[in-house]
Nanobody, 122 residues
Framework: QLQASGGGLVQAGGSLRLSCAAS????????MAWFRQAPGKEREFVAA????????LYTNSVKGRFTISRDTAKNTVYLPMNSLKPEDTAVYYC?????????????????WGQGTLVTVSS
């Protein structure tokens, strides 16, 4: 089970930190990721991290602003988001997958959280 939290309303240039608490299984062999879906758009990849070695991947539009990390003791993945822009407005979903050949591809993920809404005002 994945529980996403941390969304909210923030002004452009502000910051938020999303959290994804994982439970019910051992995630040490998983890849964890964040996707987002803006109003009227398809869900897109944001960032991913391999739990075992911490290797990360980002979509170009968030590089340098978002940082994905994991806390193995708390079984939680974080996504601090800085310098937020109105175009970052979306529902953010965390996901987990075991055999993730391509980390930016949604179909590679087995488990999904419920989503948390991030709204960035201009």
């Amino acid at each position: 089970q994945l529980q996403a939290s941390g969304g909210g309303l923030v002004q452009a240039g502000g910051s938020l930190r999303l959290s994804c608490a994982a439970s019910g299984r051992t995630f040490s062999r998983y890849t964890m990721a964040w996707f987002r879906q803006a109003p009227g758009k398809e869900r897109e990849f944001v960032a991913a991290i391999t739990w075992s070695n911490g290797i990360t991947l980002y979509t170009n539009s968030v590089k340098g602003r978002f940082t994905i990390s994991r806390d193995t003791a708390k079984n939680t993945v974080y996504l601090p988001m800085n310098s937020l822009k109105p175009e970052d407005t979306a529902v953010y979903y965390c996901a987990a997958g075991v055999y993730v050949a391509q980390r930016a591809v949604q179909s590679n993920y087995d488990y999904w959280g419920q989503g948390t809404l991030v709204t960035v005002s201009s």
